[in-house]
């Protein structure tokens, strides 16, 4: 076994889960490279992990551009080293009427949520396979099971992410690639969820009992631990959720 520090990359850093599974892999010795739209936002958590003296690296991505994902798989590969693990989390969760959805919006929730899957999952695939180890994983959501009202884009999106990684597990397990895909089946503690909870019930998400929504931090604990399952009990769905979550 090399010495060498392991390389992991998240494409959709976002600031809560995405973070959580940077601070987890480099807590685990991992050089963490990370991904998002405004690569800018991610130098609060650089300097924090960096101030540990764990490795980072933040890019500027944005996932529904073939060639910026091609590039960055290419320049990590490079100047960084092997990835040994790449995680597709990003979101594009957004709430319309039937009617209101316009093409536009459906189309871009589809490139966010399962066309930058694919071409994540392709460029891994390119890396991994001739070295025939690594693992690739997708964040899904409760929408990738289960279709609500007003999420007619989300949940086709998810639905398809899905399915992709269903494939892509069948077709690079035998090169001993662990595919997984998790799904959030919850609320998960973000500005965002408890804005929502607010408006739509009027109480303060801090007034809910203990444990209802999801501690983004859990979320990256799973992912360390789908990372290192031994091959004769990997996991290919894991579905996530509060005890406190009615399902």
């Not at 739509?200 to 399952?229: F, K, R």
């Amino acid at each position: 076994m090399s010495d060498q520090p392991k390389t992991m990359l998240i494409v959709g850093a976002g600031d809560y889960i995405g973070t959580a599974i940077a601070r987890r892999f480099a807590a685990g010795g991992y050089t963490v490279c990370m991904g998002r739209r405004n690569a800018d936002k991610l130098d609060p958590l650089v300097a924090e992990l960096a101030a540990l003296g764990q490795t980072v690296h933040a890019y500027a991505l944005d996932a529904r551009k073939e060639e910026q994902i091609v590039d960055l798989f290419a320049k990590i590969e490079n100047d960084v080293g092997a990835l040994d693990c790449v995680i597709f989390n990003a979101g594009a969760n957004v709430n319309f009427s039937l009617a209101e959805t316009t093409t536009r919006v459906f189309f871009k929730v589809w490139e966010m949520a399962c066309f930058a899957g694919f071409v994540t999952a392709r460029e891994a695939a390119k890396y991994m396979v001739p070295r025939t180890r690594g693992s690739l994983f997708f964040t899904g959501a409760t929408a990738s099971v289960r279709g609500g009202s007003g999420y007619a884009a989300f949940a086709s999106a998810k639905f398809a992410l899905r399915g992709l990684a269903q494939a892509t597990a069948r077709e690079l397990g035998p090169a001993n690639i662990h595919v997984g895909h998790l799904i959030i089946d919850a609320g998960v503690d973000t500005a965002f969820v408890r804005e929502m909870i607010g408006k739509a019930t009027g109480v303060s998400a801090d007034e809910l009992p203990a444990d209802t929504l999801m501690n983004p931090a859990s979320i990256g604990e799973t992912y360390w631990m789908l990372h290192h399952q031994t091959r004769d009990g990997w996991t290919f769905e894991l579905d996530l959720r509060p005890y406190g979550e009615r399902w």
